[in-house]
């Protein structure tokens, strides 16, 4: 009997690409390491909610769970949303210690991911140098999560690229399509669009279509189950397992 599990904690969406994407990755991250039960659980919208999924594990004996957030940036999500559906459940299933581990971003995994994805867009190593990149988020109202999308865009310039940018879908400012134009009139010649995001949706399917109408040069598909992901969420699990005082929702 599994006595432990990680629960890959999503948002949850109507668009039915957004579960997909979740339960592909859920199953790449059970392929590198078997040994682990994985599961995947949202707030919102798709099924299993997470206190259904942790009710399942402990009616299966689980006594011991990290909660892995998907998300990249540490907002609401994370600080609120997440801690209060883990408390409230936690709290009904006493004997199960269920620890929060931290949201994937930011990470040097995360960077190899976007240019993976641009690589499979037709970008190449050796245009990094005469190529702008636009990092294109979903966007936030929480002042953390922009300065995280702004300091990522400055470390993934110092790799090698001309120019790095952040732009956001929603809630915060520039959008993408105003980015490329800035970059365009600055004398950028290629231009590649960085979706900063991992599954598909409204908001990426917004920064796909302002990547299109700005005339970007190529645009990345959403991080979705790439390899760098999956290695990235075992590496939480990992780091939430080895500190001992990571906040754990249960009466243990």
């Known amino acids: 009997m599994q006595r432990s599990a990680l629960l890959v904690t999503a948002h949850g969406s109507r668009d039915p ?7 592909a990755l859920v199953r790449r991250v059970r392929s590198l390491r078997p040994e682990l039960r994985v599961e995947a659980g949202f707030l919102d919208f798709n099924t299993p909610s997470v206190p259904q999924a942790l009710a399942k594990l402990a009616s299966e004996g689980v006594r011991d769970v990290v909660a892995l957030p998907l998300l990249l940036t540490r907002a609401f999500h994370a600080k609120a949303d997440i801690p209060a559906v883990l408390r409230e459940t936690g709290a009904r299933l006493p004997w199960m210690r269920i620890r929060q ?3 994937l ?3 040097p995994l995360l960077l190899d991911a976007l240019e993976r994805r641009l690589y499979e867009a037709g970008l190449t190593p050796a245009d990094k140098s ?5 990092l294109a988020s ?16 400055r470390e993934w310039r110092h790799t090698g690229w001309c120019a790095v940018r952040p732009a956001f879908a929603s809630a915060s400012l520039p959008r ?14 290629r231009i590649a669009v960085a979706p900063y995001v991992i599954a598909p949706g409204v908001l990426p399917d917004r920064i796909s279509a302002d990547a299109v109408s700005a005339d970007a040069d190529f645009c990345g598909a959403p991080l979705s189950n790439c390899p ?14 080895s500190v001992s005082s990571r906040i754990h929702y249960s009466a243990a």
């Open 101 to 103: 581990a931290e949201v």
């Open 17 to 23: 690409r957004h579960a997909a994407t979740v339960h």
């Open 228 to 241: 760098e992901m999956a290695r990235l969420i075992l590496q939480r699990h990992d780091s939430a397992i």
């Open 130 to 134: 005469s190529t702008g990149v636009v």
């Open 105 to 107: 971003g930011p990470s």
């Open 176 to 189: 993408t399509r105003d980015a490329i134009r800035e970059m365009r009139a600055a004398g950028i010649g």
């Open 138 to 153: 979903a966007g936030s109202s929480d002042p953390e999560a922009i300065a995280v999308i702004a300091e990522i865009a």
